[in-house]
Structures are given as C-alpha cells and as structure tokens.
C-alpha cells in the first residue's frame, strides 16, 4: 500500500517539531527563567531618561507656557520636562497658517513609539531626513537645534504630530529635551 508523498511529509514534519522547539533556561528549582531585558545603548537623558507622551491639544486661546525651575530661573525655550510641554506658540500663531497643508503628503510612523536618527541632512537648508522621509526646520526655530549632533549620529529623534498646528510635525531631540516645529517633505 503505496502512502502519498503529502501525507509522508505532513507526518515527518509534526513528528520533528519537538526538535525545533527553543529550550528555555531553567534555575534550580527547575522553573523557567524571566527573558532578559534588552539593554537601550543609547537611553533617553532628557525628561527623566524617559520619552514623553504625544501633547495634548490645547485651547485655542493658549499661551506659550513658561517653566518655572525651583531656583527661580525661567525659560520659554520649547522643550519637555516631567512629561510637560513648555514653549509651545500658541495655537492661532500666524505663522503656522499653510495654504496647503501636508502638501507633500503625511509622515506615516510618528509618536514615541518611533525613534529616528539623522541618515541625511542639508543645514544650510535646515534639512534632515530620517529613513521614512524628510523634514524642513521652522526658520524661527532653527537656533534652539542648530547646535544638534546632525553629523555625528549620537542623537536620537521622536516625531511628533502637531496637536496645535495642522500641517506641521514636532521634532523631539530624546537626548537634550528640546523639540522643533518642521513640515514633512517627503
């Protein structure tokens, strides 16, 4: 009685599965050990050494939030702390109209789910791209980043979607804090 080459293999196959199963380590008592955990190389050291939640929209009649340090210093540059958005333009600020927003369509992969480094860039034109596309710099928020690690791949990046401006992303340095306004193009 001849047996299909089908079946042969089918049985062949379930009857080596045990062989391709992983063995998990085991401690004394002969239970299963935890998985280990993997090691960030290159941990957030802004915002508690954590990455901070999308910001929250605002009401329209908002105003930039200064931070107030226990010490007395303030600050309105834009940056996170404690999970805390401060230095963000207000929601009407004239100059994030766009005529056409997201004129070179959307960038797909944002939030802190995502983290990015610099794989091109054009400072002059205060340009970067990330694999997955690339962005061009607010011109009045050049100064808080001009000072990034662009060229020396050290810094890590979360892109987040402006609640507050539509057609416009922000651009969280994971290492120093700060975040930039900038249009996806492409």
């Not at 960030?40 to 050291?45: F, G, L, S, T």
């Not at 610099?118 to 928020?141: Q, T």
């Not at 791949?153 to 892109?159: K, N, R």
Request: glycine content about 8%; some cysteine; charged content about 20%.
């Amino acid at each position: 009685m001849r047996i299909p080459l089908g079946v042969a293999l089918a049985f062949a196959l379930i009857a080596s599965a045990p062989a391709f199963a992983q063995p998990q380590e085991r401690h004394e008592e002969g239970k299963a050990e935890a998985p280990k955990r993997v090691v960030d190389k290159n941990p957030p050291r802004a915002n508690g050494g954590h990455i901070p939640p999308a910001p929250e929209r605002r009401d329209a009649n908002a105003v930039r939030e200064q931070h107030k340090f226990e010490d007395g210093r303030v600050s309105d540059r834009p940056h996170v702390s404690n999970n805390h958005w401060y230095g963000h333009e207000a929601p009407n600020d004239p100059r994030f109209h766009l005529d056409h927003p997201w004129a070179h369509g959307h960038f797909a992969h944002f939030g802190p789910s995502y983290r990015y480094k610099v794989v091109r860039y054009d400072l002059a034109a205060h340009r970067f791209w990330f694999a997955g596309g690339g962005f061009e710099i607010a011109a009045w928020d050049w100064t808080q980043c001009a000072d990034w690690c662009w060229t020396c791949g050290a810094d890590d990046f979360v892109v987040y979607e402006d609640s507050d401006h539509v057609g416009w992303y922000m651009v969280y340095n994971i290492h120093t804090g700060v975040y930039v306004h900038a249009q996806f193009i492409g």
